[in-house]
């Protein structure tokens, strides 16, 4: 029809096939084998993509002129049989309705691997009124659509998505722009596997060693999957992690689509627009509230704050017991400012009082910085003080100046026993939820406890943990502990727990500094 050199050679290639299948297997590149293995042939699985190519030629066959003129010749011939005209839901012009099934969608997680529908009927209960043509969409329409999601949807590289992030194993948000721009990328960054560290915590690791004394190791190395590194995740988001301006001027219009599976159908479970400025100083304003002293200044994956609420994060159901649209609702609030669910708090804290598995000591900077991210997102529309960063000791609120008692409570029992972790439990394992939800009924027994540890300590002439636990306790209001403490109370004293345990570690390190100093001096 076209009588395109392209056309023509591919027409005599496909009749020809059989007589180059063997040549093509041959010439097809084999599998790299792994750990030192040999390499495996390459094997036809029939889900393979096959772009066609002239020659001497660049692009594709199916992307030169004549045969993208005939294309659209042919799709508008099938568009013109249609008897139905109506306005275009997607291109909003009127146009000859499209009469077939819609094209499908391919990639989305938990659908059928044949494709699944956005826009689908097959009973006639959904002939409302009389109504048969139940979706007006024109051919161009359907068949845009579907191509401009199956491009977000395509692997690229080592990402899954082309521009999308998996939030849970049965979600994907693809986001895109009308123009090239940088919050894509940031975005991808954001919610990416890609960014995931598996490092263990010094402040877990070392607990034994300072409760004796002992020299405290170095920090582990971080290790980075798939060559990524803490300075390229900071380049990835340098935008929003340093401070893009809360009144940004970027307008170019952002668009983001939350999409899951359910059987040959897409169920879509959320819509955002904004501007691609908006999404910029939002996501900014995200890291900056999940920042913690002891995060590193590391910008936070998605995955880690899900990880951080999650009972049994190391279970093979990497669901865990999360609500099924916790990271939707996550995703949505990162990119709206918007406070967060109050389930996350509740879980933030509940797994706070929990002690993590040796190496896994991270996951306490992750719930604290969930934490300290849900308290000031609703203080901030309270008009209320935000909770600083690292121990704030201007800060005389009773929940956070109990939850410093705590700390050092703890970390006198530690010195005094002598043996850090090998306690059968700390008071930490045996008080620690109590002491965040009924303070007067627990901390009387723990204040007397303390005495016997002190005098263990000063016997040693170790007493600057006294001097600390004074110094909380006398700006402390000269009257009984509170009876209960609400949630964000809760909240509030896991943060005042978190600075006051993270401070032991900082002055420790600048006391060694200080001898390495000397050393060389």
Known sequence: ATQDPGLRALQRFLEKRDAFRDAI???????????????????????EVIAFGLAGEVERIDERDAVAAWWRARCAGRAAQS????????????????????PKLKGVPEGQSSGTALISYNCNAFETFGRTDTDPVSHAGAEGYTR???????????????????????TVVVFWTREDNAVVTSLTAFGSGLFDFDEPEATEATEATEATGAAAPGPAKKKARKHVTPDTMRRTVEGPWRGIPQESTDPTDFFAMTLSGNAARVVVRDWMTATAGEIKSRLGQWFADLAVAGSEDLP????????????????????????????????RCALTGAPLPRTVLVRAVQRFRYVDPAGRGRRMVYRAAVV????????????????????DKTNVEVPYLLGRLFALLEHQQLRASGRGNDLNAS?????FGAASATPALVFPRLLS????????LAREGDTWLERDKSEVMGLLPARPFPATLGLDAQGLFAIGYYHQRQERFVKRGEAASQGETAQET
């Open 300 to 331: 936070m994956p998605l995955r880690v704050v899900l990880q951080a609420l999650q009972t049994l994060p190391d279970a093979s159901d990497n669901k865990g017991d999360l609500p099924p649209d916790l990271a939707t609702r996550l995703f």
């Open 449 to 456: 406890l303390s005495v016997h540890h002190a005098s263990k």
């Open 148 to 170: 401009a999601i199956n491009w977000l949807l395509e692997r690229e590289g080592e990402q899954r998505f082309r521009q999308g992030v998996l939030l849970d194993p049965g």
């Open 427 to 431: 008071i930490r394992d045996r008080y």
């Open 83 to 102: 008897t139905r005209t109506a306005r275009c839901l997607v291109t909003v012009e009127m146009a000859p309705q499209h009469l077939e099934p819609h």
């Open 25 to 47: 297997l041959r010439a097809a590149p084999a599998t790299p084998g792994k750990r030192g293995a040999a390499d495996t042939p390459w094997v036809w699985n029939a889900d």
């Open 372 to 391: 300290r991210c849900a308290l000031n997102r609703d203080r901030r529309v309270r008009g209320e003080r935000e909770i600083a960063v690292a121990l």
